[in-house]
């Protein structure tokens, strides 16, 4: 079965450069979540779209930003990074809005030097 | 504040011993609680959704129950392969987000 695909697996960037991260849903999924989990951390929650329009926005550092697309792909876009940006992004996708399960990919791991 | 607690943070086992982790939840309108599985440097796998107190949902050696209070996980004669970080996360309210628990980290030898 289709998964979340998540890329890149693995970025390395220098301290104050810019991030791009993708994310393709499973098809037919219209929502979208991204996530940040840093070292021995839970999950937290960024951002999340439905239908293309964001739909709820939690501890999202103003230096993010992040949209979904006509094909319903999602990409996080993060500038001026810090060493502190370095961690995993997860991306999830679900069937709709409700309370349904959400399913991650494997992540994007950022490491900022 | 909408708040998710597990526990043990971890938990060693001889292969077979059973045994149960908690998630106790303290949210406004809670409309799912959801069980993963983390395997280190890998994404959450999702294992199950409880929607309502005394709902109860099972597979292979797992299986999750529910509370108005919080969640159990049972394992049942565990195996060396279910050894992985164990996240509760809850959806509450009007929002999307999943807010999860910090996990417990199960270690099973054989």
């Known amino acids: 079965a289709a998964g979340v695909i998540q890329s890149p697996r693995h970025l390395i960037k220098e301290k104050r450069e810019t991030a791009t991260l993708k994310c393709y849903p499973i098809?037919?999924?219209?929502?979208v979540y991204w996530y940040q989990q840093g070292p021995g951390q839970d999950p937290q929650f960024l951002i999340s779209?439905?239908?293309?329009?964001?739909?709820d926005k939690g501890s999202i550092p103003d230096r993010f930003s992040a949209q979904q697309f006509s094909d319903y792909h999602s990409e996080l876009n993060m500038s001026s990074l810090e060493l502190g940006d370095s961690a995993l992004y997860f991306c999830?996708?679900?069937?709709?809005?409700?309370?349904?399960?959400?399913?991650f990919g494997q992540g994007t791991r950022l490491t900022v030097v | 504040e909408d708040q998710v607690t597990q526990s043990p943070e971890a938990l060693r086992l001889q292969e077979g011993e059973s045994s149960s982790l908690n998630c106790s939840y303290t949210?406004?309108?809670?409309?799912?609680l959801f069980w993963y599985r983390q395997d280190p440097g890998k994404g959450p796998e999702f294992l199950f959704t409880?929607?309502?107190a005394g709902e109860e949902k099972e597979k292979e050696r797992l299986k999750a129950t529910l509370t108005k209070k919080e969640s159990f996980l049972h394992i049942t004669a565990p195996k060396p392969e279910d050894s992985a970080t164990y996240l509760c996360?809850?959806?509450?309210?009007?929002?999307?987000?999943?807010?999860f628990g910090t996990g417990t980290r199960l270690q099973v030898f054989p």
């Open positions: 999830a996708s679900s069937p709709d809005r409700g309370n349904t399960e959400a399913f």
């Open positions: 098809p037919r999924h219209d929502t």
């Open positions: 779209f439905y239908e293309k329009m964001q739909s």
């Open positions: 949210v406004s309108g809670l409309r799912g």
């Open positions: 409880l929607y309502s």
């Open positions: 996360a809850v959806q509450a309210g009007n929002t999307d987000k999943l807010i």
